[in-house]
């Protein structure tokens, strides 16, 4: 199997259903940038923890569900799909990370170590996503659990990001007004 097929070369690609749509079609928009999302969230792994990387591993696996959710505009009952099951997992997981933390005070600077300026750069892109699915579904039919995921998955790399900067012993820092 060749990987090129050339059916993309006139700027446009197929949806889920087959059906040809332009590449720069608010659908095409949304689940690309959670591809762009998920690759990020890829530079951040290996993080040395165990416990990260099986989470992030997981969200990897999630985001796969989101893009084939958003690339099907009429999808069938057994169609993979963003479940509110997937939002439950996260909220319990930002929970059990968040405990480890000191509370936030003020706003933080995004960066830190290698892996949490990796998170933090992948919690602005899912944030992207996020307003692309917004965006999406202002015109057409989405699953609305997608966006209420991709808004509790910011949340995740937010925290996760926190997470591997306090055991890196990075500090945080906040911005100056």
Known sequence: MTIYTGRG??????LRDMTRVSKTAPRIEAYGTVDEANALIGTASPTGYDDLDDVLERIQNHLHIVQA????PDPDPDD??????????????IDEFDAELDPLRSFILPGGGETGAALH?????VRR?????????????????VITYLNRLSDMLFTLGRVA?????????????
């Not at 993979?80 to 997981?93: C, F, T």
């Not at 750069?121 to 892109?125: D, L, P, T």
């Not at 965006?135 to 989405?142: D, F, I, N, Q």
Request: glycine letters at 4%.
């Open 129 to 145: 996503s996020e307003r692309r699915t917004v965006a999406l579904a202002r015109g057409e039919e989405t699953n609305e659990v």
């Open 69 to 72: 959710d958003l690339a099907n």
């Open 80 to 93: 993979p799909r963003v479940r509110p099951a997937h939002v439950e997992e996260l909220e319990e997981r």
């Open 9 to 14: 070369d006139a700027g446009e690609t197929d």
């Open 121 to 125: 750069h992948a919690r602005a892109v």
């Open 165 to 177: 900067n306090a055991r890196d012993d990075v500090p945080e820092r906040s911005p100056s007004y």
